[in-house]
């Protein structure tokens, strides 16, 4: 038995909870990556989890400024909130596209972030944690709203998992069936909302975006229909965010780097296995002819 995993297993009220935290953040953010891969908005989450970084900046300026105590997991809520509304409205009636939306959200919450990282000196590594991750230790307050968030997020999905999933191939199709599109699409912005708001500011933005991402990435090439993409995505981000926890608590990594690139490693593996099949696949049928 390694040294790492001896000292997880005495010590697991030490170690269990970023272990735990990790897992199920990339479990919920893989399977709402799917939709996320799926209807290409990649940028939703990055644009979501910057939101969130300016939003925790913002509380601690408030704070410093004026005296308001305000909590900056409130801020970065707050923040992603307003972010969830502005990505559900219909942009074409101010004639620009929803790319363009998302990458206005991305580069002004981002500069945001930092020009109010300058104001705040040494508290400025609050919001460098979160966009690079920091999650050597977990609070049991942390872990329980990204618990708590995931199981409710989890069962909403599961809930409405075939309209999501139709509204996700076929939106034009979606609303002609006469699917309620628009609660639907609220119901995964305002989910992905939650989880990046409660997950970056344990984890960090870096690992946060690397969930909503990678393991989608990973699973739809490998899965024979929408409902088995889902379950492998939650399993490759689990494996990503518990995984990469144990990776860099074994190694001495940062966290929110050994995350994000386990996750990259699951995308690699995955595509070279499609890869290797489809050869395999080939040289079978050759061999028969």
Not at 84 to 101: A, H, N
Not at 235 to 260: E, H, I, K, M, R
């Amino acid at each position: 038995m390694s040294e790492s995993l001896k000292l997880l297993i005495e010590s697991p009220d030490l170690l269990g909870p970023p272990l735990l935290t990790g897992a199920v953040a990339g479990l919920v953010l893989g399977w709402i990556g799917v939709y996320v891969v799926l209807r290409r908005m990649v940028f939703v989450s990055a644009a979501i989890a910057q939101s969130a970084a300016a939003g925790v900046g913002l509380a601690l300026l408030l704070h410093r400024l004026y005296g308001w105590p305000v909590p900056p997991l409130l801020g970065a809520g707050l923040a992603t909130a307003l972010a969830s509304l502005l990505f559900t409205s219909d942009p074409t009636r101010l004639r620009i596209t929803r790319e363009s939306l998302l990458g206005l959200a991305y580069v002004g919450s981002g500069a945001s972030a930092l020009l109010i990282g300058d104001r705040l000196g040494e508290e400025a590594q609050e919001i460098s944690g979160l966009l690079f991750g920091n999650a050597v230790l977990v609070r049991d307050l942390d872990m329980a709203l990204i618990v708590g968030a995931g199981a409710l997020s989890l069962g909403l999905h599961l809930w409405l998992r075939r309209g999501l999933i139709f509204l996700a191939a076929d939106p034009e199709g979606a609303k002609a069936q006469g699917l309620p599109t628009r609660l639907l699409e609220f119901t995964l912005f305002a989910t992905l909302g939650l989880m990046v708001a409660l997950s970056t500011r344990a984890l960090g933005a870096l690992p946060v975006f690397a969930f909503c991402v990678l393991p989608a990435m990973a699973a739809l090439p490998l899965a024979p229909s929408a409902g088995a993409a889902l379950a492998l995505a939650a399993l490759f981000g689990a494996l990503a965010g518990g995984g990469g926890y144990l990776a860099a608590f074994s190694w001495d990594l940062t966290v929110g780097a050994a995350q994000t690139l386990t996750a990259v490693a699951v995308v690699v593996a995955a595509l070279v296995g499609r890869a290797g099949w489809r050869w395999v696949g080939r040289r079978g049928s050759r061999a028969g002819a």
